[in-house]
Antibody, heavy 113, light 110 residues
Framework: EVQLVESGGGLVQPGGSLRLSCAAS????????MSWVRQAPGKGLEWVSI???????YYAGSVKGRFTISRDNSKNTLYLQTSSLRAEDTAVYYC???????WGRGTLVTVSS | QSVLTQPPSASGAPGQRVTISCSGS????????INWYQQLPGTAPKLLIY???QRPSGVPDRFSGSKSGTSASLAISGLQSEDEADYYC???????????FGGGTKLTLL
């Protein structure tokens, strides 16, 4: 059974950083395209970043230069390193196995002073 | 402002059929297939339709999708109470090199 479990969210001050993790089971992260998608409170879905099987990465314009997607093949885990966080980054962050087949339950990031 | 355009709300009586539209451009819907997601209150989105009109295992055939040019639609027939949810369309955008989503449509049963 495929499972995606996100962790690492929390309350952080503007300008701060957080590393989000997504532990996968039931499949191999490195053999799949994997994305992060976020949802601000009461708002719609916003794609954040993707990592391809070959390790290529792409980012939404709103996070480019501030967020970094990566994976640890030995731990079968996907990461999202966030930095220079802003209030508008407040959202539930979902880990997604492409093409949207499987989603985790999400982890909430709140950026506030 | 979402890249893909969906109506913010839709409604229908139990047993009726409802359609939700999704409009995009040549760089997204016009170039790639579309996915539809269902999000029940307080839960993560669930893939409902992929590759324009394919249903993942376990999705009832009451749900169907279609695409024409730069627009797509999701149809739900035989509405049931458990269909009350938010529905999102999504497509890969070749210009942005990323997924783009619609703003979501809240389906309400009358």
């Amino acid at each position: 059974e495929v499972q995606l479990v996100e962790s690492g969210g929390g309350l952080v001050q503007p300008g701060g950083s957080l590393r989000l993790s997504c532990a996968a089971s039931g499949f191999t992260v490195s053999s799949n395209y994997m994305s992060w998608v976020r949802q601000a409170p009461g708002k719609g879905l916003e794609w954040v970043s993707i990592i391809y099987r070959d390790g290529s990465t792409y980012y939404a314009g709103s996070v480019k230069g501030r967020f970094t997607i990566s994976r640890d093949n030995s731990k079968n885990t996907l990461y999202l390193q966030t930095s220079s966080l802003r209030a508008e980054d407040t959202a539930v962050y979902y880990c997604v196995r492409e093409p949207g087949t499987d989603w985790g339950r999400g982890t909430l990031v709140t950026v506030s002073s | 402002q979402s890249v893909l355009t969906q109506p913010p709300s839709a409604s229908g009586a139990p047993g009726q059929r409802v359609t939700i539209s999704c409009s995009g451009s040549s760089s997204n819907i016009g170039s790639n297939t579309i996915n539809w997601y269902q999000q029940l209150p307080g839960t993560a989105p669930k893939l409902l339709i992929y590759s324009n009109n394919q249903r993942p295992s376990g999705v009832p055939d009451r749900f169907s999708g279609s695409k024409s040019g730069t627009s797509a639609s999701l149809a739900i027939s035989g509405l049931q109470s458990e269909d009350e949810a938010d529905y999102y369309c999504a497509a890969w955008d070749v210009s942005l090199n990323g997924w783009v989503f619609g703003g979501g449509t809240k389906l309400t049963l009358l």
